[in-house]
T-cell receptor, first 116, second 115 residues
Framework: ETGVTQTPRHLVMGMTNKKSLKCEQH?????MYWYKQSAKKPLELMFV???????ENNSVPSRFSPECPNSSHLFLHLHTLQPEDSALYLC???????????????FGEGSRLTVL | AQSVTQPDIHITVSEGASLELRCNYS??????LFWYVQSPGQGLQLLLK??????LVQGIKGFEAEFKRSQSSFNLRKPSVHWSDAAEYFC?????????????FGKGTHLIIQP
């Protein structure tokens, strides 16, 4: 069983839909992250949460809205997305942020999003 | 701003042959350096990392990497590849001593193993 679980694994949505991606980590970590992985582009850091407080927001459009209700759960709420938002969305966790100690990110398997 | 360059988009290697994947970084201070691997349909898994000390670091699955400050490089090597090594490999650089960022990743190198 992976330490970081993402659901759903695949999601198809129209541009007017509202959906959410869920991430759960079972590792007792204090920091969680959302990354976007698009074809032929580097992973893009979207959001960072440390102890449930958002500490980084890398100029992400407001149609993406993160939520971290506790240190084990992270959501990405999606609304009025564009076709160019189609990508693999990866959740990760680390013991703490900033990455001063182990520096290791533990990734989930990702949620493949297709926007029609 | 920090950046990572992986100059090879695809690399094809015969099974049993040696492998070297290139990574160059740009960073103002002493970086933390990482190699991650992503198998099809999977998330990323850490292979190895460099923080300080010995510039040759050993990782899982028989991989190693060497930090060369003068060349701003952190190349990944394996003496003999197996078919199961076929995957996407990402080099990453992290903050040293501060900042709440995650890691900055390269675009990845797709490794193909020929029988």
């Amino acid at each position: 069983e992976t330490g970081v679980t993402q659901t759903p694994r695949h999601l198809v949505m129209g541009m007017t839909n509202k959906k959410s991606l869920k991430c759960e980590q079972h590792l007792g970590h204090n920091a969680m992250y959302w990354y976007k992985q698009s074809a032929k582009k580097p992973l893009e850091l979207m959001f960072v949460y440390s102890l449930e407080e958002r500490v980084e927001n890398n100029s992400v459009p407001s149609r993406f809205s993160p939520e971290c209700p506790n240190s084990s759960h992270l959501f990405l709420h999606l609304h009025t997305l564009q076709p160019e938002d189609s990508a693999l969305y990866l959740c990760a966790s680390s013991q703490e942020a900033p990455l001063l100690n182990t520096g290791e990110l533990f990734f989930g398997e990702g949620s493949r999003l297709t926007v029609l | 701003a920090q950046s990572v360059t992986q100059p090879d988009i695809h690399i094809t290697v015969s099974e049993g042959a040696s492998l070297e994947l290139r990574c160059n970084y740009s960073y103002g201070a002493t970086p933390y350096l990482f190699w991650y691997v992503q198998s099809p349909g999977q998330g990323l898994q850490l292979l190895l990392k460099y923080f300080s000390g010995d510039t040759l670091v050993q990782g899982i699955k028989g991989f190693e990497a060497e930090f060369k400050r003068s060349q701003s490089s952190f190349n990944l090597r394996k003496p003999s590849v197996h078919w199961s090594d076929a995957a996407e490999y990402f080099c990453a650089v992290g903050p040293s001593g501060g900042g709440a960022d995650g890691l900055t990743f390269g675009k990845g190198t797709h490794l193909i193993i020929q029988p």
